[in-house]
Nanobody, 121 residues
Framework: QVQLVESGGGLVQAGGSLRLSCVYS????????MDWYRQAPGKQREWVAS???????NYADSVKGRFTISRDGANNTLSLQMNGLEPEDTAVYYC???????????????WGQGTLVIVSS
């Protein structure tokens, strides 16, 4: 299986920045795509950003121009650089990955446990 462990959340003032990290490990043959999602209190989980195995990035309109997703394949780390944070960005942020696994070969999706980001006004 695959484990995903997020870190980097915390409390920041509006206009500030945070960098989230997600370290993944396991019987991974290749990465198909990885995403960041978030869930604000009382709301449904929403997609924030994605990056394909070939490095193509996509962003939700609400974070475009402020957030940057990246992946370091050598260190098995997915990151989310968040600049210009707004109180509306307050949420638990989750790392999601779709992987090709070995022994046996198959494709599966995994989630991290989440990291809390609080943006104060």
């Amino acid at each position: 299986q695959v484990q995903l462990v997020e870190s980097g959340g915390g409390l920041v003032q509006a206009g500030g920045s945070l960098r989230l990290s997600c370290v993944y490990s396991g019987s991974i043959f290749s990465v198909n795509a990885m995403d960041w999602y978030r869930q604000a209190p009382g709301k449904q989980r929403e997609w924030v950003a994605s990056i394909t195995g070939s490095g193509i990035e996509n962003y939700a309109d609400s974070v475009k121009g402020r957030f940057t997703i990246s992946r370091d394949g050598a260190n098995n780390t997915l990151s989310l650089q968040m600049n210009g944070l707004e109180p509306e960005d307050t949420a638990v942020y989750y790392c999601n990955g779709n992987f090709a696994l070995i022994n046996p070969y198959r494709h599966l999706e995994f989630w991290g446990q989440g990291t809390l980001v609080i943006v104060s006004s």
